[in-house]
C-alpha cells in the first residue's frame, strides 16, 4: 500500500517535471499506517466536523497528502487530477493550498506554519469540547514534519506551548531523515530533538520510519499519552530509488526515467504509470471508509444533542443572533458620552461588547495584555488541562500564536483574535499573510501603533509596519480615529468571514470625533467627517490619532481664509472596494494633503498629483509623544504650511 504512494509521487512529478518526490517516498509508510489504522476520517465527507485533523507541515511533500486522498477514495482528487499535479487549476498544486480540496486543512510550504496550525487546531479542538462535550467533540490532529520545520523558529514557540497546555491528543510525526536541502542535516542540526521535545513536556518515541509494526506501536502509544506526542520516523528520503535514496538529489527534481524504472523493479512494481493495481486500490479505498461508521453514529448523536444548533453555527462559522446589539448600545453610548480614551482603550470596551455575545471569539496576547487590552471582565483563561476559557497568554511567542490562530480559525468554531505592539508585526507577519491567503477570520490587535507611544522610543515605534501590512493582499487593516470609529471597526472586523483584518491602535488618549452612532460609517473605509464651509481649497485626509489633528488644522486653516474638508480613512481596502462615485465624492477635487505618523509609503494611491504629506520620514525617537510630534513636524501649522505651499 505504502509503495503505491511512491509510485503516484514519482509518476506525478515526472509528468510536472517539478516537485519532490523524496519525502513521499521516505514518509509512505508512516502516512499508510497512519491512514489506514489510526486517523479519523471518512473519505466521503471529508469536511465533517469531528474528523481527526491531518496536517502536512513540510508541504513540499504534496504527493504524499494528493497520493492518499487520491488513494482513500476522495472525490475530486481522481487520477486524472494527480495528472495535472502543478498544473494551473489543479486542485493538486505545488504546495498543498486551503480551499483547493476540501480534504486539505491547510496551506503548507512555509516551513514551521504547518505544524504551528496543528497546535492551534489541537487547542481548538479541546476548547469546543469543553464548551460541547465528547459527544461532539473528540478527534486528534496529527501532522507530518520534517527537518526544516523543526529547524524554523516558529516551531520552539508553538510546540513549546503545546507542551506546557498539555495538548495530548496531537501527535507529530517527524520525517527523520537526515537530509534537507543542503545536504547531510549534520551541516547545521546537531542538537538532539527528541530532548528538546522532552524538555517542553512531550512525549516522544523513535522508531524505523519503514517498520509498519514500530510505527503502529508508536502511534497507538500516542493515543493514549497525556502529553503530546513526537514520533521520530528514522526514513530513507526518496526510499526505493537505487542512485538517488538517501540523498538530498531526491528532494526536490524528478527522478528521471531510468531512476523511476529501476525504483519500480526493486520494488516489484509493475502497473503501468498512473494505475494502481485494482485489488491495492480497493484496499486503500477500505480504509477510506474505515470511519464511516463512526460518522453515522456521531451524526445521530448530533441529531438529538441540546446544543446542535448552536454547534452547526459556530462551526459554520456564522454569529449569533444579535451579535452586535451590545455593540451598538456601546456606539450610542460613546456618541453621548464622547469620550477622550486611547483607541486600545476603546477596543477594549467593544470586546466588552463583542465578546460575552459571541461565544466563539477567544482572546489572547503575547505577553501584553494590559498593554493590548484584550482581556475582558469575567473571560478566563485556558490553563494546562483546562480549556473552558476564552482567554490565551500566548507568551512573548507572535510568530507561534499568529500561526496557531490560523490553525484555529481553519479547525473552525472558533474566532480567534490576538494582541502585541504594531511594530512587532513583522513578527508574526508570515502567518499573518498565510491567513489572508487562505481568507481565515483571524484579528490581530496591534497597539502602540506610532510615535505616539512615547517614551519607548524608535525600536518600538512602527513607521513602515501600516505601509507594510497594506501591501499584503486580502488583509484589512483598520486604524481607527476615536471610541466610535473602534467600535464600528471591532464590527466590520468580526463580521468579516473570508479574512483577517488588523486593528492599528493608539497609545496615547484620543479626542472623540463622532456624535452619531447610526450608520457605521467606517463601513466604507473613508468617510468625509468634516466637510469644508464651501467649495474646497484642500482635502485632509487622515487616520487613527492624525485625524483629529486634522481637524485642529481645518480650523486653523478656516481662520486663514482656507476651505479644508477633513476626510477620515480608517481602512483603505474597504475605501478601494467602493464605487468611484463615492470615492470622488469623498476624495473631491481640492488638492489633497495625506496626514498619518507614519511613512508615505503607498498614499500616492489615495493623494494623486497635486499634493502633500505630513508624516514620518525616517525612525522616531524616544521622548513624550507630544513633543515628538512636534519635532517630527506632524502638526496642525505643518498642515497649514503645506496647504498654503500647495495653493499657493
Ligand atoms: C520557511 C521556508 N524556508 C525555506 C523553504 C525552502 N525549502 C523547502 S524544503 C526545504 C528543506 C528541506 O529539508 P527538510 O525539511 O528536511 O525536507 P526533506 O528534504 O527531508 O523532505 C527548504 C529549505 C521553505 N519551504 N520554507
Ligand atoms: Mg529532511
Redesign the pocket.
Known amino acids: 500500500m505504502a509503495d503505491a504512494i511512491r509510485v503516484l509521487a514519482m509518476d506525478a512529478v515526472e509528468k510536472a517535471k517539478s516537485g519532490?518526490p523524496?519525502?513521499p517516498m521516505?514518509m509512505a509508510d508512516a502516512a499508510t499506517v497512519l491512514f489506514t489504522k489510526f486517523l479519523k476520517y471518512d473519505a466521503a465527507d471529508p469536511r465533517w466536523a469531528d474528523r481527526d485533523r491531518f496536517v502536512l507541515s513540510?508541504?513540499?511533500?504534496s504527493m504524499l497528502l494528493y497520493s492518499l486522498l487520491h488513494l482513500t477514495g476522495h472525490a475530486g482528487m481522481e487520477m486524472e487530477v494527480l495528472q495535472r499535479f502543478r498544473q494551473l487549476h489543479s486542485p493538486a498544486a505545488g504546495h498543498p493550498e486551503f480551499g483547493e480540496h476540501p480534504a486539505i486543512e491547510t496551506t503548507t510550504?512555509?516551513?514551521?506554519q504547518g505544524v504551528c496550525n496543528a497546535v492551534g487546531m489541537a487547542l481548538a479542538e479541546r476548547m469546543l469540547a469543553a464548551r460541547f462535550g465528547k459527544s461532539l467533540v473528540d478527534h486528534r490532529t496529527w501532522a507530518i514534519c520534517?527537518?526544516?520545520?523543526l529547524q524554523?523558529g516558529i516551531s520552539h514557540e508553538a510546540l513549546a506551548l503545546a507542551g506546557h497546555l498539555g495538548l495530548s491528543k496531537l501527535t507529530l510525526l517527524w520525517?527523520d531523515?537526515h537530509?534537507?536541502?543542503d545536504g547531510d542535516?549534520a551541516l547545521s542540526f546537531s542538537e538532539d530533538v527528541l530532548k528538546r521535545f522532552q524538555a517542553y513536556g512531550w512525549a516522544v518515541k523513535r522508531v524505523d520510519g519503514h517498520d509498519h509494526a514500530q510505527l503502529t506501536a508508536a502511534m497507538a502509544a500516542a493515543t493514549r499519552s497525556s502529553k503530546p506526542t513526537i514520533i521520530a520516523c528514522r526514513t530513507i528520503?526518496g526510499f526505493a530509488a537505487p542512485k538517488k535514496a538517501g540523498t538530498?538529489g531526491s528532494?526536490?527534481a524528478p527522478l528521471g526515467g531510468d531512476e523511476i524504472a529501476a525504483a519500480k523493479s526493486a520494488l516489484g512494481w509493475n502497473a503501468e504509470p498512473f494505475t494502481v493495481p485494482e485489488g491495492l486500490k480497493a484496499r486503500w479505498e477500505e480504509a477510506g471508509r474505515r470511519s464511516a461508521g463512526t460518522r453515522r453514529s456521531w451524526l445521530k448523536r448530533l441529531a438529538k444533542h441540546p446544543m446542535r444548533a448552536d454547534f452547526e453555527r459556530a462551526m459554520a462559522g456564522k454569529l449569533p443572533d444579535n451579535w452586535n446589539e451590545a455593540l451598538t448600545a456601546l456606539r450610542a453610548q460613546h456618541a453621548a458620552e464622547k469620550p477622550k480614551i486611547a483607541t486600545r482603550v476603546a477596543s477594549q470596551r467593544a470586546l466588552g461588547a463583542l465578546v460575552p455575545a459571541i461565544p466563539e471569539m477567544v482572546g489572547g496576547s503575547a505577553d501584553l495584555t494590559g498593554s493590548n487590552n484584550t482581556d475582558v471582565k469575567g473571560i478566563p483563561a485556558v490553563r494546562p488541562g483546562d480549556f473552558a476559557g476564552r482567554y490565551i497568554h500566548w507568551g512573548v511567542r507572535e510568530h507561534g500564536m499568529a500561526s496557531a490562530m490560523n490553525g484555529m480559525a481553519l479547525h473552525g468554531g472558533v474566532i480567534p483574535y490576538s494582541g502585541t505592539f504594531l511594530v512587532f508585526a513583522d513578527y508574526l507577519r508570515p502567518a499573518l499573510r498565510l491567513a489572508a491567503l487562505m481568507h481565515q477570520r483571524v484579528i490581530h490587535v496591534l497597539t502602540h501603533d506610532s510615535i505616539g507611544l512615547g517614551e519607548d522610543g524608535p525600536t518600538h515605534q512602527p513607521v513602515e509596519t501600516l505601509a507594510s501590512l497594506r501591501a499584503i493582499p486580502n488583509l484589512h487593516v483598520f486604524r481607527p480615529a476615536d471610541a466610535m470609529e473602534t467600535a464600528e471597526c471591532w464590527d466590520m472586523a468580526v463580521r468579516r468571514a473570508d479574512g483577517p483584518s488588523v486593528l492599528a491602535l493608539s497609545r496615547q488618549n484620543l479626542p472623540a470625533l463622532r456624535d452619531d452612532a447610526g450608520e457605521n460609517r467606517c463601513a466604507r473605509g473613508a468617510y468625509v467627517l468634516a466637510e469644508a464651509e464651501g467649495a474646497r481649497d484642500v482635502t485632509l485626509i487622515a487616520t487613527g490619532s492624525e485625524v483629529s489633528l486634522a481637524i485642529e488644522a481645518r480650523a486653523q486653516l478656516a481662520e486663514a481664509g482656507i476651505k479644508a474638508a477633513v476626510v477620515s480613512m480608517p481602512c483603505w481596502e474597504l475605501f478601494a472596494l467602493q464605487d468611484v462615485g463615492y470615492q470622488e465624492q469623498v476624495l473631491g477635487t481640492a488638492p489633497r494633503i495625506g496626514i498619518e505618523a507614519a511613512l508615505s509609503f503607498g498614499w500616492d494611491r489615495w493623494l494623486g498629483a497635486n499634493s502633500a504629506f505630513v508624516g514620518m520620514t525616517g525612525f522616531g525617537a524616544s521622548a513624550p509623544a507630544d513633543q515628538l510630534y512636534a519635532h517630527f513636524g506632524i502638526t496642525p501649522a505643518a498642515v497649514v504650511a503645506a496647504a498654503r505651499k500647495l495653493l499657493s
Open positions: 519532490h523524496g519525502m521516505g513540510a508541504g513540499h511533500g510550504g512555509p516551513l514551521g520534517s527537518d526544516g520545520d524554523e520525517d531523515n537530509i534537507s536541502i542535516t528520503i538530498a528532494h526536490g
